[in-house]
Antibody
Framework: QFQLQESGPGLVRPSETLSLTCSVS??????????WAWIRQPPGKGLEWIGS???????YYSPSLESRITISVDPSKNQFSMTLNSVTVADRAVYYC??????????????WGRGTLVTVSS | SSELTQDPAVSVALGQTVRITCQGD??????ANWYQQKPGQAPVLVIS???NRPSGIPDRMSGSSSGITASLTITGAQADDEADYYC???????????FGGGTKLTVL
């Protein structure tokens, strides 16, 4: 059964770096045609795509976060990760990892982790 | 504001049909996908590539598209369909992925 599981601190101080990891089970990150994505959702608000990474390490980032975000993949651990620098209270959200499948014309997120709430506070 | 526009809220009587729409210029070129999200849960893909239902999704859910508008139709809405629904696709440039703002569906 294919599953994704986010892990990382639930509390980050303002101006510091948020780091999250997504562990993949029941499948491999080393799969052609799949990208590995991070998506976030502030409490009570909508979904925001943060960025994606391929198994070869090719990345795509949301323009609004590109200056602060890094996404990487570790095939040896079957994981992928994100770091977000200089966090503010506006970065408080549930962070989801997800698998992006489909061709260029139809990029869908077909598997999601359960999400992890990250709070930014001193 | 999002490049994909959804009505914030829609309601439907139990057993009736409801259409939830998503508008955006990029939908002329790229498929829309639809996700259902219930409170406290992760989103679930219910329609992919415009009109495909993943395994386990009831056939009362269907997708369609015309021009810049993609639609998710629920035929014979059930109480269990009450949820937030999000569309996603690519932006106009094709380089980035975007979500609509979401539609809260209430089943009366």
């Amino acid at each position: 059964q294919f599953q994704l599981q986010e892990s990382g601190p639930g509390l980050v101080r303002p101006s510091e770096t948020l780091s999250l990891t997504c562990s993949v089970s029941g499948g491999s990150v080393n799969t052609y045609g799949h990208y590995w994505a991070w998506i976030r959702q502030p409490p009570g608000k909508g979904l925001e795509w943060i960025g994606s990474v391929s198994y070869t390490g090719v990345t795509y980032y949301s323009p609004s976060l590109e200056s602060r975000i890094t996404i990487s993949v570790d095939p040896s651990k079957n994981q992928f990760s994100m770091t977000l620098n200089s966090v503010t209270v506006a970065d408080r959200a549930v962070y989801y990892c997800a698998r992006r499948a489909g061709g260029y014309k139809g990029s869908k997120f077909d598997y999601w982790g359960r999400g992890t709430l990250v709070t930014v506070s001193s | 504001s999002s490049e994909l526009t959804q009505d914030p809220a829609v309601s439907v009587a139990l057993g009736q049909t409801v259409r939830i729409t998503c508008q955006g210029d990029s939908l002329r070129s790229y498929y829309a996908n639809w996700y259902q999200q219930k409170p406290g849960q992760a989103p679930v893909l219910v329609i992919s590539d415009g009109n495909n239902r993943p395994s386990g999704i009831p056939d009362r859910m269907s997708g369609s598209s015309s021009g810049i508008t993609a639609s998710l139709t629920i035929t014979g809405a059930q109480a269990d369909d009450e949820a937030d629904y999000y569309c996603n696709s690519r932006d106009r440039s094709g380089n980035y992925l975007v979500f609509g703002g979401g539609t809260k569906l209430t089943v009366l």
